[in-house]
């Protein structure tokens, strides 16, 4: 069975600052997706954005941006000039690439400050 | 605009009185999952739909059901709600083709229980 792990519970940046945050993954697969979602208090959960395991090049949607290192099953997302609206709770996600069941990470707490 | 939608937004319910969420799309997409979410915890799957074939996971409680009676919508019943079943309930969809393959998430319903 796949596990994802993020260790950091929380974290703050300064806005306009950059921040990473950390995902780890165990799988035995080697075609997967991996994602970033975005939860932000009471509101719905929203993707950030996606990488294809087969894919070398690493993802970027505007100010996010993720480091997947594959052999080290490393997933990380960087969201560079922060904003205050990037205040939210981030979740990793793994899906295998024949099924589309999603296995999330425990979840990382992004504080902004102004 | 294409959406998850989930009603009610927020639900009371007494212990053991049942009660049945709801989620419609508009997205066309051939598999809709329900999750739990309890507080600062990652979502947790509780079953999904592939078109009509349903699939329960291994540690849903049987006190979960559910119903798809068409592509736009499925109901999430719970039998006899305890207290240990307030959380919020996520309904996700989502396509199984290789280049789509991203859940799509409601604003979620936020079930208490008296």
């Known amino acids: 069975a796949q596990t994802v792990t993020q260790s950091q519970p929380e974290m703050s940046v300064q806005e306009a600052e950059t921040v990473t945050l950390s995902c780890t993954y165990d799988?035995?697969?080697?075609?997967?997706?991996l994602f970033w979602y975005k939860q932000p208090p009471s509101r719905q959960m929203i993707l950030v954005i996606r990488?294809?395991?087969?894919?070398?090049q690493n993802a970027t949607e505007n100010r996010f941006s993720v480091n997947f290192q594959k052999a080290a099953k490393s997933f990380s997302l960087k969201i560079s000039d922060s904003q205050l609206g990037d205040a939210a709770m981030y979740f990793c996600?793994?899906?295998?690439?024949?099924?589309?069941?999603?296995?999330f990470g425990g979840g990382t707490r992004l504080m902004v400050k102004p | 605009d294409a959406m998850v939608i989930q009603n009610p937004r927020y639900q009371v319910t007494q212990f053991g009185k049942p009660v049945t969420l709801s989620c419609s799309q508009t997205l066309n997409h051939n598999v809709m999952y329900w999750y739990q979410q309890k507080s600062s915890q990652a979502p947790k799957l509780l079953f999904h739909?592939?078109?009509?074939?349903?699939?329960n996971e291994a540690d849903t409680p049987d006190n979960f059901q559910s119903r798809r009676p068409n592509t736009s919508f499925c109901f999430l019943d719970i039998r006899s709600p305890g207290l240990g079943d307030a959380a919020m309930y996520l309904c996700?969809?989502?396509?199984?083709?290789?280049?789509?393959?991203?859940?799509?998430f409601g604003p979620g319903t936020r079930l208490t229980v008296l």
């Open positions: 996700a969809t989502s396509t199984r083709t290789a280049s789509t393959d991203t859940q799509y």
């Open positions: 990488q294809e395991a087969y894919k070398q």
């Open positions: 739909y592939y078109d009509k074939d349903f699939n």
């Open positions: 996600a793994y899906s295998s690439y024949a099924g589309n069941m999603l296995t």
């Open positions: 799988t035995s697969e080697s075609d997967y997706y």
